[in-house]
């Protein structure tokens, strides 16, 4: 990062934005730097998977949900990603359609189930989505939530993101997120992390100075750190993000995060 735009940067931190305040909010679990980037980057795939197989699966039925549709998991497969449409009801899904999206991110045919009886895994997981989908704080940042979940790294239970999402195409939702880590049955919520002290969305165009892309900027109240919903922001948005976190500065530029020393003033 060239020393025009890290000034520019470090500006911005002081400047901060427009935010819905609320309480401030217990600190958050962290992992390491390399998993921080590691769980982001999966969070991102699973959720543009599971956004490419919709759009596959609402082509093949005129633009509307087919009838009996409950919702889906996702389950990867190698350097795939399959996403399963359940139907049935909540407490008795079974599988309905499936669509394959490959490592490029592009979605398969849409074909139906062959076997309509869900694994325990996946019968866990679509049941963790349903748990954390209840238990939501009262900070609600977003209209829509999408989510993602995942096997947990460090216990046996799983993770599941609850991600603010918008359909505004320069609306970036830097706030309002959530981590629950459920129980390995997808039954019970064992904790419920805020993942920002409060609402705040971006403007994308933000992230032009002077013709260059410099980033968005934000803070972390929750962490020392960033964490997993900054690296899925910044894949996603396809941009860096700077965060301040405690008394440092850290970039996010995909799945990489660093820390950015400032330069000395003489």
């Given at each position: 990062m060239n020393l025009r735009i890290l000034f520019?940067?470090?500006?911005?931190?002081?400047?901060?934005?427009?935010?819905?305040?609320?309480?401030?909010p217990a600190p958050v679990q962290t992992f390491s730097i390399e998993e921080t980037?590691?769980?982001?980057?999966?969070?991102?795939?699973?959720?543009?998977?599971?956004?490419?197989?919709?759009?596959?699966?609402?082509a093949q039925s005129d633009?509307?949900?087919?009838?009996?549709?409950?919702?889906?998991?996702?389950?990867?497969?190698?350097?795939?990603?399959?996403?399963?449409?359940l139907a049935g009801e909540p407490d008795a899904p079974r599988a309905f359609k499936d669509v394959v999206v490959d490592a490029q991110l592009k979605a398969g045919a849409v074909v139906d189930a062959v076997d309509l009886e869900l694994s325990p895994d996946e019968r866990a997981q679509f049941a963790a989505r349903n748990t954390a989908a209840q238990a939501?704080?009262?900070?609600?940042?977003?209209?829509?939530?999408?989510?993602?979940?995942l096997k947990d790294p460090e216990g046996e239970g799983w993770l599941v993101w609850l991600l603010a999402s918008t359909t505004q195409a320069n609306v970036v939702p830097m706030g309002g997120h959530y981590r629950f880590h459920i129980s390995a049955d997808g039954k019970t919520v064992e904790k419920r992390e805020q993942l920002?002290?409060?609402?705040?969305?971006?403007?994308?165009?933000?992230?032009?100075?002077?013709?260059?892309?410099?980033?968005?900027?934000?803070?972390?109240?929750v962490a020392p750190q960033p964490l997993e919903v900054h690296v899925f922001l910044s894949l996603l948005n396809r941009l860096p993000i700077y965060a301040m976190a405690g008394d440092k500065l850290w970039e996010v530029q995909g799945a990489r995060i660093r820390e950015v020393t400032p330069p000395t003033r003489r």
């Open positions: 520019f940067v470090i500006a911005l931190c002081a400047m901060g934005g427009p935010v819905v305040a609320q309480e401030r980037g590691r769980l982001g980057q999966a969070i991102w795939r699973q959720d543009v998977a599971a956004a490419r197989a919709t759009d596959a699966l609402l633009g509307q949900a087919p009838q009996g549709l409950i919702g889906w998991i996702v389950t990867p497969e190698g350097d795939t990603q399959r996403v399963r449409f939501i704080g009262p900070l609600r940042c977003a209209a829509r939530y999408n989510a993602v979940m920002s002290g409060s609402c705040l969305d971006m403007d994308r165009r933000q992230a032009q100075q002077g013709g260059q892309t410099v980033g968005l900027v934000t803070s972390i109240l």
